[in-house]
């Protein structure tokens, strides 16, 4: 797939030798630094309140209006609904068939997918031409429902959101994989059962 460099982001790739380190773990906030202990390169930190979900550093900065571990945990990788919660002053453009119908079509076409994920693209690209898929919210629920996500960092361009607010989103999501790793919440209960 051809792409412009500046999107060519893959968070598995990047994040891959990153190490979470809690800075802070109280009922009503959570504090995680993040990153490779070998390079400073995309490291960043993120917190987490009852009111907001923040990500600063290497990665840039980005408040959600959004907040809690329980929320962080259960709601980031819902592409639409996280997406929501970014401040409107973010989005850069509308929805644009054209360039949706040409990613999807660019994921269908590469040879390392899976037949599922062709089949989800022709579905999605049938969408588009009824009409069920004609805004971003539709559109970003799809791709992120489908997987496509995994397979190109064609997001920005397409869901109207600059690269590096997409960017900042794979590192959430990145997090909130590591979190579930570490069995993070039940860590968070039981310290909170002791601390009263």
């Not at 990047?14 to 390079?39: G, S």
């Not at 994921?107 to 898929?133: H, N, R, W």
Request: hydrophobic letters at 40%; charged letters at 30%; glycine letters at 4%.
């Amino acid at each position: 797939m051809e792409k412009d460099a500046y999107l060519d982001f893959d968070h598995r790739d990047k994040f891959k030798n990153h190490v979470v380190t809690v800075l802070e773990n109280t009922p009503n906030i959570q504090m995680f630094k993040c990153r490779d202990p070998e390079t400073i390169s995309y490291y960043f930190y993120i917190t987490i309140t009852d009111m907001a979900i923040s990500i600063y550093g290497d990665m840039g900065c980005l408040t959600l209006v959004a907040g809690g571990i329980d929320w962080f945990r259960g709601s980031i990788r819902d592409g639409s609904y996280a997406m929501s919660k970014i401040p409107h002053n973010f989005e850069t453009k509308e929805f644009d068939e054209k360039a949706a119908i040409k990613a999807v079509k660019e994921i269908y076409d590469d040879k390392e997918v899976t037949e599922d994920i062709k089949l989800a693209c022709l579905d999605m690209l049938s969408d588009i031409e009824m009409g069920q898929i004609n805004d971003k919210e539709s559109f970003v629920d799809a791709w992120f429902r489908n997987d496509l996500h995994e397979f190109t960092d064609y997001e920005p361009e397409i869901m109207g959101y600059t690269a590096m607010v997409w960017h900042q989103m794979s590192a959430f999501i990145w997090l909130a994989d590591q979190l579930d790793k570490m069995d993070f919440h039940k860590a968070v209960k039981e310290e909170a059962a002791v601390n009263g």
